[in-house]
């Protein structure tokens, strides 16, 4: 995956940070605005920032039917917090999420922004704890079978895949924590 083009949603929220990330790992990416930013990308990130906002503008620049077209297709996608219930067949507030992956969420389930924290959370997929950073994170409060539970926190899944789809409710960009991106291109993308 090094050699193709990684593509983070840059319409709200903390993409610059993931662009960081990624750059710092030898990946190449760039910001996704449009649908030509999106048709050149060959994974895309989706940011945590304010899914209310992100949504709005997704519909605003008539990104959603492309997004969702190529994630049907295959793209491979990873969605951290608000990327996490964009991605969500249901949100506890009645929002309207992509539906691509299908696990429910309740947003900001941790507490408000004060009760931000930063947590070691557990998983038998990587080596040693995974470092993030739970922000007004939500909960993932239904996962059928067929989506995996990578890691948890607390006995709930704060990160699960389904196929080329992997989803985060904390933020390991925040934390530098790299494992998670190197997953996401080495293991989803190319299992795809």
């Known amino acids: 995956m090094v050699n193709k083009l990684i593509g983070v949603l840059a319409l709200q929220g903390d993409f610059a940070e993931h662009v960081g990330l990624l750059r710092s790992c030898g990946y190449r990416c760039q910001e996704v605005r449009n649908i030509h930013d999106l048709d050149a990308s060959d994974a895309l990130v989706i940011p945590g920032g304010e899914s209310t906002a992100i949504i709005k503008l997704i519909d605003r620049w008539a990104l959603r039917e492309p997004l969702v077209k190529r994630i049907e ?67 993932i409060t239904d996962v059928p079978p067929q989506v995996e539970v990578l890691a948890e926190y607390g006995g709930d899944p704060v990160l699960v895949r389904k196929d080329h789809l992997l989803a985060s409710t904390f933020h390991p960009e925040i934390a530098g924590e790299t494992r998670v991106h190197r997953f996401f291109l080495e293991v989803v993308c190319s299992s795809n």
Do not use: W
């Open 73 to 139: 297709s295959g793209m491979p996608v990873f969605g951290t917090c608000a990327g996490a219930i964009i991605l969500a067949r249901a949100s506890s507030d009645g929002e309207a999420p992509l539906g691509v992956l299908d696990i429910s969420v309740t947003r900001n389930a941790y507490g408000r922004q004060t009760e931000s924290f930063e947590a070691e959370v557990a998983s038998p997929h990587f080596d040693g704890a995974l470092k993030g950073a739970f922000i007004r994170a939500p909960v």
